[in-house]
């Protein structure tokens, strides 16, 4: 017997045996059909509610589970409309997210990892496009979607550049939902106004003697803003110092072809990073990526070079683009546009595959792009924005949607998992760190040595893994 029943037959009992003693004392006809009538009201009445409660009882819920890294505030802001636009359609589903902290995904994918090998994937879960999706490709964690890719017309709106690097032997297997660009100089106005600094800088020797004059503003911290708690964030620096180097230097890198210690570009671009470190705040191994925007937010420091992700953490502190803060790209790179591309793919053998599905067609859907895109400073992965769509983004993302349209070049990141093989991006977080340690406000030359070392060496180590050939003209 279930408790409701129970608790239903016991309050039955009780009435019987009061109308009982009453009946013994009355012994009335009238009060017999009092009984009677009660009675039945009660019976009819449990009868209703037991059949209420059947129909209103709470069923095992309707899931969708995601994990992902954002959890900046304004990654957060993105994520969580995206999933508004997929609650919006699937009404009946609730949206569980798995959020592990940590930038660029650096503690995310440790995380993540284990559980697909094991068979534990959610439903869907945030990753890059190109290299980073290999081992999972390889490994047949992931089911092709290239129906999916078909109902849902994404050959022809996205990029031909983002469908190769989600696409292995004719297959697709993920949805990307954005396009990042890493190569850009974010600053605060204000500061370089007050410092009589003029924001057109193309080159490296206009930028570090704009940090010269910061250098000797006692109100800032320190000219440039750094937050490598997040090792990768030091080594995204570096990444867009290799591509300032050119376009042919960065595709030699990326295709596995820099293995010779004392090349000339590789020590340059290890060079001016080393000189770079020394225009930056003590305290950046303690500082978040989003700690060290915050520092230019708040007028601690002039300059940051980080991906265009940073404009949601200005747009969410309600800072004013062209007023209050702008952008220029990493000197010599003004016609090149770097990818770093997010994406949703759809693991095999997932608990709820209809919505892993369904997620995928919001992701890159234009209803999903246009909620998730503008709060995340990314542009659309979609080429089909018509006027009306690009009037949703702010300032920053429509001269970004023009310059990626206009770039000579694009580039894919290897510090966002795209340009080159797990087994040397595995290192190169590990070698960076140990340059800025050993350079950083000290005589840098055996440092950059020692880097440009471990660098080629770890190329060369990963030599068989170099498999994609990137043109990148
Ligand atoms: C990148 C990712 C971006 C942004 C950034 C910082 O790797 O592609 O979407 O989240 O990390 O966390």
Known sequence: MLPYER???????????????????????????????LLAIIITGATVGVGVWYFTRPIPANVLEIYHWWTSGGES??????????????????????????????VFKSVIKPLVLAGEAPDAFQLHAGYEMKPYVDGGYLDPINDLWSSEGFESVFPAVVKDMVNFSGNYYAVPVN????NVVWYN?????????????????????????LKQNTTLTSPISLGDQGPWAATH?????????????????????ITVATNSQLNDALTKFAKYLNYTNDNHGTLTWDQATAMLISGKSAFNIMGDWANGEFLKAG??????????PVPGTSNIYGLVVDCFEHPKGVKHPDNSLNWLKVVGSKDG??????LKGSISARTDLTDSDKALYGPYQKAAIADFKAATY????????????????????????????????????????????SLTGAVTAASSDFVKVWKLH
Request: proline fraction near 4%; include cysteine.
């Open 7 to 37: 608790k239903v037959l016991k309050g039955l009992q009780g009435l019987n045996s009061y109308l009982g003693d009453y009946k013994l004392k009355k012994n009335s006809g009238a009060m017999k059909t009092v009984y009677v009538l």
């Open 77 to 106: 802001a993105a994520i969580n409309a995206l999933v508004n636009v997929f609650q919006s359609k699937y009404p009946n589903v609730s949206v569980i997210q798995s959020p592990v902290a940590g930038g660029a995904g650096y």
């Open 179 to 182: 396009i990042h660009r890493p």
């Open 189 to 213: 106005k204000h500061i370089l106004d007050a410092n009589g600094i003029s924001a057109s800088i193309t080159t490296w020797g206009d930028f570090f003697a704009a940090c010269d004059i």
């Open 237 to 257: 620096v570096l990444e867009q110092l290799m591509v300032s180097e050119g376009i042919d230097f960065y595709q030699d890198f990326i295709n596995g072809k």
């Open 319 to 328: 800072a004013v683009y062209g007023v209050d803060y702008g952008t220029f």
């Open 369 to 374: 792009q246009n909620a998730f895109n503008p």
């Open 410 to 453: 694009m580039y894919p990141s290897t510090v966002h998992g795209s340009g080159m093989p797990e087994s040397f991006t595995a290192k190169l977080d590990n070698i960076i760190s140990a340059l800025v340690d050993s350079s950083r406000n000290k005589d840098s030359t055996a440092a950059v040595s020692a880097a440009a070392a």
